[in-house]
């Protein structure tokens, strides 16, 4: 028989859960749906409340008369009367319509915030105006990205609460309004960074609205370039968070650059030394939750003082409390404590309010000697975190962190049950029936935001879970001792850099698999099949759980779905055909092409704008080795997926066009070859070179001292390739036609190729000439979604019409070229 307190406690779990859809809906409709659902809400509330009040204030006689009174007498003296059982669902959801009109109502103050006083009527009108704003969060980098042949640059954003705002005439306005401030690259960035919340700036900007619907800003603040202007000192508290913030940055300087980067992320959430492909390894094997301190962290810290809990879903006291003679009192307030310096120092975001409140809720449990389930305290936090924040309902990684919390509390135990009877020992059981539940009723919300699923998420949760609780204990003792004694706090840091070392290495080799990500469809939709498609699987293992054979045989199919041996997935998908010799990457608008140098190495010619795109391309070709990367020019689209081609690769050189615009492009691409330890040369005209059986020639950018005349297109460089079978490949960057003709003038003996790069993904700006002194066989464009209108459908005709055929990779998928002479084919993988 189950006992009571094994029993989950759900009654709090309708509350919340209207309260929080309330207050998700009340966000995006009008304020008067708002006040018409939260008096709805309070009419109905009243309605079911009524017969309760009556019955108190008859003295507890049922006004209806007193036959169902009668007969809930329980026992046969008539010891008490019974509630009705109506009764009681009666209150139970008029406690459930109170809820939803208390998140309906604070989600429409909030709301009202984002419409109301002078900062949105700025933003309607694009105005200019100084402003006083507050700071609310740390301020963070935007990701790199590439617009077209451009990198984005990176800019400073942070989150703030206007309080003041001086029009151009003079005018001034007190308000509270919550802004996004953007501020471009400058001299200044540093400094914006250095910004603690609660710090008081006086900016002029331009004021936007905001950037997507449904943004929890009443408009977006562009300023100017320049350090920021303080005017208020930011609060005590704050200064202190910000110094054991630093402090721990500056004990983990000595670490390893994995370490380094990640150890301050996984002790305060502190990322902002984690760079991209770090960060997108986290994403591949969905580890992301490790940088947004959570519930995790907290229990870690709050181990040492209270103890493990005994089971699954109730709270013992243990730990140090008891050992050091803490009452129980004393025990909940020092875990307060605790509890609130994490928050201050971790910052309140939605997983760190999550599990504050919810610890909170526990410590009460442990203060009062009862002992209680976590659902309702977790249902609880969620409670007052969507009353506090209505933003919240919103949040998909507070709907993350919930729905995972839920789930080890609810799913979790029955699976690990299930699994020690299977023969698993306990630990693991618990560890491997943790990880399932949690990536099972999570899977589906990442795709709804993310179009992909990760497939080794539960190994590389399984093994960086190992390393989190040292990392963590011993980074927070380095966050407590850098303020007194710098040296010890570094022997700290060391000591904790080695398992989050280890946590980035599970990351990055989980993400290097082939199979580690598999794309499926975005939008509420693609979640929906997702969790059906879940739904199922649980429902398959149960019915096999006793079939040993099956359960291996889907256990081998997942490992090599993983895996994805390049012999097996040439057999099974035909890509890349047998023999061959040169192939157009799909990586959408850029240009990645590699020439097969025989064995695992290929001549690679441009890196495309996304290093994901590119890496994928080239595991799948087989690619392990580069003897040499060509970089055509400068522009994004070109060189930005530089990372992937490096990313696990042996790279002997990159050799490069002389004219180095745009300057910061160039600049990264030097920057990154050195931390890879790659020499990078400059192409010259006329020089030979040969890998393999592939031999070829620079024609173009042409010699002579000083960097090449012209713009950065026509300073592409141009090669000519002879691969297996005497194939000839001819690849032209982005030349423009002024350098097309100057290129055939300067190369009289240009003839027909088999294969020719279309120059700048097939823009309607070629010469004739040398389309008609070159006669392509195949002529291919590497193209995708984009504003230009490439490929132009003149070039294309053009093309056709002297008898190439043309595929484009937007279309068809990556392309390979195999054979030679008249078996030459081209094979797109899209068809």
Request: glycine share 12%; with cysteine; net charge positive.
């Amino acid at each position: 028989m189950t006992s009571r307190d094994e029993t989950a406690d759900l009654r709090l779990v309708p509350p919340a859960l209207a309260a929080w859809a309330a207050a998700a809906v009340a966000l995006g409709v009008a304020g008067w749906w708002t006040v018409a659902g939260v008096g709805f809400c309070l009419a109905g509330a009243v309605v079911l409340l009524t017969p309760a009040v009556a019955r108190r204030l008859t003295g507890g006689r049922d006004p209806a008369g007193a036959g169902e009174g009668a007969r809930g007498r329980a026992g046969a003296g008539g010891g008490g009367v019974k509630v009705p059982g109506w009764r009681l669902r009666a209150t139970a959801w008029a406690g459930v319509l109170l809820c939803a009109a208390a998140g309906a109502a604070s989600a429409g103050l909030h709301a009202a915030d984002l419409r109301r006083g002078p900062v949105p009527v700025l933003a309607q009108e694009y105005g200019r105006a100084r402003a006083e704003v507050t700071v609310t969060a740390d301020p963070r980098l935007t990701r790199p990205r590439v617009s077209g042949r451009s990198m984005v640059p990176v800019s400073v954003v942070v989150e703030a609460e206007v309080s003041l705002v001086e029009r151009a005439d003079g005018t001034a306005h007190r308000t509270r309004a919550p802004v996004l401030l953007i501020v471009p690259p400058g001299e200044g960035r540093d400094a914006w960074l250095r910004l603690l919340p609660s710090t008081r700036l006086r900016v002029t900007a331009r004021f936007a609205p905001p950037m997507a619907p449904g943004d929890p800003f009443a408009a977006v603040l562009r300023a100017g370039a320049g350090p920021p202007r303080v005017v208020g000192a930011p609060s005590a508290l704050q200064r202190a968070a910000g110094e054991l913030r630093a402090g721990l940055r500056e004990a983990s300087d000595g670490l390893a650059p994995d370490a380094r980067a990640l150890l301050p992320g996984l002790v305060v959430g502190d990322t902002s030394r984690i760079g991209t492909d770090l960060r997108e390894a986290f994403e591949a094997t969905d580890l992301t939750h490790l940088l947004a301190v959570s519930g995790s962290n907290l229990s870690i810290v709050l181990l040492l003082l209270v103890g493990r809990p005994g089971r699954a879903r109730q709270v013992e006291r243990g730990g140090l409390a008891p050992r050091i003679g803490l009452s129980l009192r004393g025990t909940a307030l020092a875990g307060a404590g605790l509890t609130l310096a994490f928050v201050v120092v971790c910052r309140p975001d939605p997983s760190v309010l999550r599990a504050a409140a919810c610890g909170l809720v526990v410590l009460l449990a442990v203060a009062t000697g009862r002992r209680r389930s976590l659902l309702p305290a977790l249902a609880a936090a969620v409670l007052v975190l969507v009353l506090y924040d209505p933003w919240l309902a919103r949040s998909y990684g507070f709907l993350l962190s919930v729905l995972a919390t839920g789930a080890l509390l609810v799913v979790a135990p029955g699976w690990s049950e299930a699994l020690r009877r299977r023969g698993v020992p306990g630990r693991l059981a618990e560890a491997l029936a943790a990880a399932l539940a949690a990536q099972a009723v999570t899977a589906p919300v990442v795709v709804v935001f993310a179009g992909r699923m990760s497939l080794v998420a539960i190994p590389a949760n399984l093994f960086a879970e190992l390393a989190v609780a040292p990392a963590t204990v011993f980074g927070f003792a380095a966050l407590a001792v850098a303020p007194v004694w710098a040296a010890g706090a570094a022997g700290l840091a060391w000591v904790a850099g080695w398992p989050a070392g280890w946590i980035a290495g599970v990351a990055r080799a989980g993400a290097a698999l082939p199979g580690a990500e598999l794309a499926w469809p975005g939008g509420w939709w693609g979640g929906a099949a997702l969790a059906l498609v879940t739904v199922v699987a649980v429902a398959g293992a149960r019915r096999l759980r006793h079939r040993t054979w099956p359960v291996v045989g889907v256990a081998v199919l997942l490992v090599l779905v993983v895996v994805r041996p390049v012999p097996l997935v040439r057999w099974v998908t035909g890509w890349p055909p047998p023999g061959w010799v040169f192939a157009m990457c799909q990586v959408g608008q850029g240009d990645a092409t590699v020439l097969a140098a025989g064995g695992e190495e290929g001549v690679v010619v441009d890196a495309g704008p996304d290093p994901a795109a590119v890496d994928r391309c080239l595991r799948e070709l087989g690619v392990t080795r580069v003897p040499l990367l060509v970089l055509t020019h400068f522009h994004a689209d070109h060189v930005a997926g530089l990372p992937g081609v490096l990313r696990g690769r042996a790279v002997g050189a990159i050799q490069t066009t002389g004219l180095e615009e745009p300057s910061g492009q160039a600049e990264f691409v030097r920057r990154v070859a050195g931390e890879a330890g790659v020499p990078v040369v400059r192409a010259e005209s006329g020089e030979r070179r040969r890998a393999g059986a592939l031999e070829w020639r620079v024609l173009w950018p042409p010699g002579g001292p000083g960097p090449p005349v012209g713009g950065a297109n026509d300073a592409s460089v141009t090669l000519l390739v002879r691969g297996p079978g005497g194939v000839s490949v001819l690849l032209l960057g982005d030349l423009e036609p002024p350098a097309q003709r100057a290129l055939l003038r300067a190369h009289p003996e240009l003839g027909p190729v088999d294969v020719l790069k279309v120059a700048h993904h097939g823009s309607p700006h070629q010469d004739p000439g040398l389309t008609a002194a070159v006669r392509p066989r195949l002529a291919l464009v590497s193209t995708g979604r984009n504003t230009y209108g490439h490929p132009s459908p003149r070039t294309l005709a053009a093309l056709r019409a002297g008898g190439a055929r043309v595929l484009r990779t937007d279309r068809d998928g990556a392309i390979a070229v195999a054979g030679a002479g008249r078996e030459l084919v081209a094979v797109a993988r899209g068809r």
